[in-house]
Structures are given as C-alpha cells and as structure tokens.
C-alpha cells in the first residue's frame, strides 16, 4: 500500500469515528472504541466475530445523519461512494473492518473472509459495503461476483449502489452481469457507480435483446436502458 493510499485511508477512517461519535450514544462509542483497540492487537478474530455481530445491539439501526462538509470530503477521497441511506450500525462495521491490521495478508485474509462465510443477511450487506475499503483489493474480486448472484436485494444495492468497487475492478462480464442484475430486479441503475465509464458493446448487445424480448411481451422497460444502449453511438 502506497503512503498516500494509506494517508487517505486514515483521514477517511478519522471522518467514518467522527461520524459515528455525532450518531452514538456515549456509552456505545466508549464501547466500540474499546472493541477496536481489541480488534487491533488480537492475534485472532474472536473480538472481531463478536463485536461484528453485536454491534446492532448497541449502535441501532437508525438512519445515520452525516453532516454536508463530512459527504463533500467523503466525495472527494472516494469519487462514486456515499453514505446515503446507510444505518448507524453498518457505518460502525465498516469501520471496525477498517481496524483489521493487514500487515500480514493471509491473518488479514482470514479474517475477513471468516465474517463473510458465517454472515447473516445484513452482515453481509455491511462487508459487501465496504469492498472499497479492504486492503489486498484483487483479493474481492470474486467476492464481488458472487454477491452479484445473491437474491437477496439489500446485499445487491450494497455491492451496486454508490460503491465504486465493481466499476474499478470487476472484468467487462462481471461488471455486465452486475448491470443486467440491476435490470432484472428492478435496482436504481443510475446509484450505480461509474456505469457509463464501463459501457461496451457486449452489454449494450444484451440489453437490446432484453429490451426486444419485453417490447414482444407487452411489458415495460425502464427507460434508462435506452441510455446505456445509445451512449457510445453518441459519443463516437
């Protein structure tokens, strides 16, 4: 990890304790401060696993309220991600994932990869979430496309929604299958991270055989589509 990576990474995990300390209760952010300076030092994941799966117990599911100058310079350090529509209690997950140490990568490895093979559902939106804040980035790459499968649609808008994980390092047919999935299940396309950046023939070709088999159907077709299949044409 570059020093400059590594200095935004902790400026951003300075403005994510802000954050969380305008959105908890005394109590609760004593707690989870205290739970991260575990998570720091432990040789293993045990405070990790429980404190991960504890934390809605103590942060709440409430909406989190982040300031207008906390998501401009959010903005600016992660272009494409946001913190819109996030709950307090996967905010404190995240940045409790950010404390894994990750000097040595399979430990660090482990431990991550550990929470997501025995996550329930909105645990798994919250490691989902975070995707650009993991270290060893190559590593989710097929993490990544395995949420894509999911059915679960809170796990899809994680991946999807202003997280510019996919569109930096998923391969043109992940990326395409991500963005037929988001038409499938009727997902906001337009909260999807640099779409238009990853446009390509190939998924423009699938989603007129889409549009084509609804029109033949009689049934509706979101309207955005339509952007996606015509923009290179109009940009050339």
Sequence with gaps: MSSSVKAQLNELNSIFLSIL??????????????????????????????????????AGKSTLVVSEDDATAIAAMVPGFSLTDWSIDRLARVWLLMQVPIIDKDAYLKKINGLFVASEMNEQVALYAALPFYAYPEEWIVKAENGIRSNIGTVLEA???????????????????LVLKAFFTEKDVTRITG?????????????????????AAHRTVEPNIYQIIDYKTQTI
Excluded: G
């Design 159 to 177: 991946i999807m929604y202003h997280n510019p994980f996919p569109a930096t390092y998923l391969s043109e047919n992940a990326f395409n299958q």
């Design 21 to 58: 300390k305008k959105n908890l209760s005394s109590d609760a952010f004593a707690w989870l401060n205290d739970k991260a300076d575990q998570v720091r030092t432990e040789e293993r994941a045990i405070q990790l696993n429980q404190t991960f799966s504890q934390l809605p117990k103590h």
């Design 195 to 215: 779409l238009y950046t990853r446009i390509n023939k190939a998924l423009q070709d699938t989603l007129s055989d889409y549009v084509a088999e609804r029109t």
